[in-house]
T-cell receptor, first 116, second 112 residues
Framework: DGGITQSPKYLFRKEGQNVTLSCEQNLNHDAMYWYRQDPGQGLRLIYYSQIVNDFQKGDIAEGYSVSREKKESFPLTVTSAQKNPTAFYLC???????????????FGSGTQLSVL | SQQGEEDPQALSIQEGENATMNCSYK?????LQWYRQNSGRGLVHLIL?????REKHSGRLRVTLDTSKKSSSLLITASRAADTASYFC????????????FGQGTELSVKP
């Protein structure tokens, strides 16, 4: 089946620890995105990438890092510098045929990150 | 900062009734999209309306766009309990380098 796979579904972080969230897509999409969602809130953009080996900061990039070594994969690392990491993290992808904002996003099922 | 603002924040209706959700935004846009999110899940794309369109239909969904008022509405007709979810508008402003910006959502509850 085509789609976006996020793992793990639940993740716990200890104080001072870096954790990495996985996002893989087999839709052959050029663009990939990471969003953070806090309870009862909308989505805020962390990072996005439109091409392999290139990525751009979103609105809340501080305390996060990403890589895009393969078209299919866009992992997100939540570093110890992120002091309030508890949130629901969503990965998405899209084509870029009509321009970055003219294509619909396909979302993964999310990772719930909590602090121990 | 958030581009889209949904109204109301929460809406509770009976099955069979229509549900209307509104979205306002601040800057010029290329298009506006609506998404649905079931609790604890990812978002699912519902409909995209371009800045030169005024109305669009998809099944029981009707979306309108008024660029002069910088607002959009999503109407779900003959609602069902399965429509219970959060609904988000997302806009693609011209000057944001391709980023899609989401509103805070309307939480819809449809009671059987």
């Amino acid at each position: 089946d085509g789609g976006i796979t996020q793992s793990p579904k639940y993740l716990f972080r200890k104080e001072g620890q870096n954790v990495t969230l996985s996002c893989e897509q087999n839709l052959n999409h050029d663009a990939m995105y990471w969003y953070r969602q806090d309870p009862g809130q909308g989505l805020r953009l962390i990072y996005y990438s439109q091409i392999v080996n290139d990525f751009q900061k979103g609105d809340i990039a501080e305390g996060y890092s990403v890589s895009r070594e393969k078209k299919e994969s866009f992992p997100l690392t939540v570093t110890s510098a992120q002091k309030n990491p508890t949130a629901f993290y969503l990965c998405a992808s899209s084509l870029l045929t009509g321009g970055p904002t003219n294509e619909k996003l396909f979302f993964g099922s999310g990772t719930q990150l909590s602090v121990l | 900062s958030q581009q889209g603002e949904e109204d109301p924040q929460a809406l509770s209706i009976q099955e069979g009734e229509n549900a209307t959700m509104n979205c306002s935004y601040k800057t010029s846009i290329n298009n506006l999209q609506w998404y649905r999110q079931n609790s604890g899940r990812g978002l699912v794309h519902l409909i995209l309306i371009r800045s030169n369109e005024r109305e669009k239909h998809s099944g029981r969904l009707r979306v309108t766009l008024d660029t002069s008022k910088k607002s959009s509405s999503l109407l779900i007709t003959a609602s069902r309990a399965a429509d219970t979810a959060s609904y988000f508008c997302a806009t693609g402003p011209y000057n944001q380098g391709g980023k899609l910006i989401f509103g805070q959502g309307t939480e819809l509850s449809v009671k059987p």
